[in-house]
């Protein structure tokens, strides 16, 4: 049973920082693409970057470009983000994903294995 616990989620005001971490547990098949996802309310699920075994990354959103980056270590089977500058903008509920046997890494991709989600709440 393959579980993603997100952890690092708050409240924050502008242009402050968090770090987003995502503990895997269980067997995942590799390589292993693994990514950030987050969502607004009433707005469409968004892609924020996403990472491959060997840890080859894809380009991050304009939205984030800059002030995001995504890292993860496989000895410890945790995805990273750490966040700087946030906006009131960046406000969403933030999701890990994780998708097995796969050498395309993206966020267009399907990913089978999702979190529940840790809430970023950034204030002006």
């Known amino acids: 049973q393959v579980q993603l616990v997100e952890s690092g989620g708050g409240s924050v005001q502008a242009g402050g920082s968090l770090r987003l971490s995502c503990t895997a547990s269980?067997?995942?098949?590799?390589?292993?693409?693994m990514g950030w996802f987050r969502q607004a309310p009433g707005k469409e699920r968004e892609g924020v970057a996403t990472?491959?075994?060997?840890?080859?990354?894809?380009n991050y959103p304009d939205s984030v470009k800059g002030r995001f980056t995504i890292s993860r270590d496989n000895a410890k089977n945790t995805l990273y983000l750490q966040m700087n500058s946030l906006k009131p903008e960046d406000t969403a509920m933030y999701y890990c994903?994780?998708?097995?046997?796969?050498?395309?890494?993206?966020?267009?991709?399907?990913?089978?294995?999702w979190g529940q989600g840790t809430q970023v709440t950034v204030s002006s």
């Open positions: 994903a994780a998708q097995p046997r796969t050498v395309y890494c993206s966020n267009r991709i399907s990913f089978r294995y």
């Open positions: 269980g067997y995942i098949d590799r390589p292993v693409c």
């Open positions: 990472l491959n075994s060997g840890g080859v990354g894809t």
